[in-house]
């Protein structure tokens, strides 16, 4: 009886080739962060298949720590099977790498992946943790080699492989428009309901307007300017557009604040009157006429003058400008008999940009956060501002 020929030897994946197979993630230029980001952050949501595992242990070598921080992301979502078959020898070398970072979010993720790709354990020095590969750890990742990749998850479906040129289709678009905004400019001005109903959504403004400005500016340095306007059924105060985000901060954490008008006995409020004084550059704001400029409402009761409010969104969107709106939850016998949605809707409509409901208090900032940009590429946005809320840590804070 002859015996079974000895197992062929298993030579694990370094990750030599992954730049060769995903070249727009090989860009190291620091420049183009935010291009690379929108692909990690697609890969991320993808389902964890060989490819998208190959594609975010190239991104883990990214300069930009928040790169790093999404192929984290997405790795953590990663079947562990899967991260040592395929991941190999490339991913832990990777992961050795930034065991040793300042960045808080970062260290804690690789600890958690080496951890599961260990089996378990505590945290570990980097020396510690080269010695486990070399007592165990190779082996281990030799034989998930061995055994190959686990199956897609129940239900997953087929998925099409992914591929450099399939990342760059899917998030051209959205590129492109966050290149145009650094090079022409944003300017965004609030226009903000400050009556009794909007108590709760006013405090929420003020404590989260500091994490508003820092998404801006790592988005868009030195390129964003901030204003806001606060009605009633008048104007109550007009802030020019700031180019300083700091003081923006102060101003609003100590402008925007409830008004109680004792002559308001009407639900429905001036926002046509607010529309009217931004539009009308007397006195001005302060627009740049080659920025893309967007007016964001956040209120919850309808125009006085529903009509002249959605002739006036309808002339900003001639003017260039973009209207969207955040519709917030009114008391129930307000919104019963008047409600904001249609109106808000139609005046977003008109004004070329999108209205959305504030279900939950929480999504306030996300909201905020992805209407300041506009609203065509509000899908890709969202999840962008979810990921980066996720991991800085923003999003425990509601």
């Given at each position: ?117 260990a089996g ?40 099409a492989p ?232 923003a999003r425990?804070?509601?």
């Amino acid at each position: 009886m002859t015996e079974a020929p000895p197992p062929a030897p298993v030579v694990l994946d370094g990750g030599e080739r992954d730049a060769r197979e995903f070249p727009e993630l090989a860009d190291r230029d620091t420049k183009d962060w935010v291009k690379r980001a929108f692909m990690i952050n697609a890969l991320a949501e993808d389902v964890p298949s060989p490819t998208t595992t190959r594609a975010l242990r190239l991104a883990l070598s990214d300069r930009f720590p928040l790169d790093q921080a999404f192929a984290l992301r997405g790795l953590l979502r990663a079947d562990d099977a899967l991260l040592r078959a395929v991941g190999s020898k490339g991913l832990f070398d990777a992961l050795l790498d930034l065991v040793d970072t300042r960045e808080a979010w970062v260290q804690g993720a690789t600890q958690e992946l080496l951890r599961r790709l260990a089996g378990g354990g505590e945290p570990r020095s980097k020396a510690a943790w080269k010695k486990w590969w070399n007592t165990e750890g190779e082996a281990l990742f030799v034989e998930a080699a061995r055994q190959g990749p686990p199956p897609p998850p129940a239900g997953a479906g087929p998925s099409a492989p992914v591929t450099s040129e399939g990342l760059g289709t899917r998030t051209r678009d959205v590129t492109t428009f966050m290149t145009q905004l650094r090079e022409r400019g944003l300017d965004l001005v609030f226009l903000i309901d400050v009556t009794k109903s909007m108590t709760e959504t006013l405090a929420r403004v003020r404590g989260q307007v500091a994490e508003i400005t820092a998404f801006m500016e790592l988005l868009l340095p030195g390129k964003v300017r901030l204003g806001y306007l606060t009605y009633g059924d008048e104007v109550v105060e007009r802030v020019p557009l700031q180019k300083n985000l700091p003081t923006f901060v102060r101003l609003v954490e100590g402008g925007v604040k409830l008004f109680d008008d004792p002559k308001d006995k009407t639900v429905p409020e001036g926002v046509e009157v607010a529309l009217a004084s931004v539009l009308s550059g007397d006195p001005p704001m302060g627009w740049r006429r080659e920025s893309i400029r967007t007016l964001l409402l956040l209120g919850d009761a309808p125009p006085l003058q529903v009509e002249e409010a959605k002739r006036l969104a309808g002339e900003a969107a001639q003017a260039g400008f973009v209207l969207n709106a955040i519709i917030t939850k009114a008391p129930a016998n307000y919104a019963a008999k008047w409600p904001a949605k249609p109106s808000f809707t139609e005046m977003a409509t008109l004004g070329g940009g999108l209205a959305v409901e504030l279900e939950e208090p929480e999504q306030l900032i996300t909201r905020m956060l992805v209407l300041s940009f506009g609203s065509a590429h509000e899908a890709d946005l969202r999840r962008f501002v979810a990921a980066y809320r996720e991991v800085t840590g923003a999003r425990g804070r509601g």
